[in-house]
Nanobody, 128 residues
Framework: QVQLVESGGGSVQAGGSLRLSCAAS????????MGWFRQAPGKEREGVAA????????IYADSLVGRFNISRDNAKNMLYLQMNSLKPEDTAMYYC?????????????????????WGRGTQVTVSS
């Protein structure tokens, strides 16, 4: 079974940076689609970024391009989300998600339901 554990959340000032990590285990395929999603109180869950772990192709939410960077270290089974120039509206619970044995379809960020594996989340709070 795939297990995902997020870490790295916390409280930061607007304009600051934070790096989230997701430790993954239980994968049986070299190629997987892994992503970050977030959900703030009173808001719907939204896709942040996704990556094809085999080739490193990435997909970002339009509003986050240039500020957030998703990456992976396959040797360590780690997924990362580097968040820069953080804004109060970035405040949310951030979740790591994965679907195994596949690439990331173009609309992946709008189809969270397609991800069968999820971490418990890590809270990010950005103050003004």
């Amino acid at each position: 079974q795939v297990q995902l554990v997020e870490s790295g959340g916390g409280s930061v000032q607007a304009g600051g940076s934070l790096r989230l990590s997701c430790a993954a285990s239980g994968y049986t395929h070299n190629r997987n689609c892994m992503g970050w999603f977030r959900q703030a109180p009173g808001k719907e869950r939204e896709g942040v970024a996704a990556i094809d772990t085999a080739v490193g192709v990435t997909i970002y939410a339009d509003s986050l391009v240039g500020r957030f960077n998703i990456s992976r270290d396959n040797a360590k089974n780690m997924l990362y989300l580097q968040m820069n120039s953080l804004k109060p509206e970035d405040t949310a619970m951030y979740y790591c998600a994965a679907k195994v044995g596949t690439y990331c379809p173009t609309p992946v960020l709008s189809r969270a339901a397609d991800f069968p594996y999820w971490g418990r989340g890590t809270q990010v709070t950005v103050s003004s």
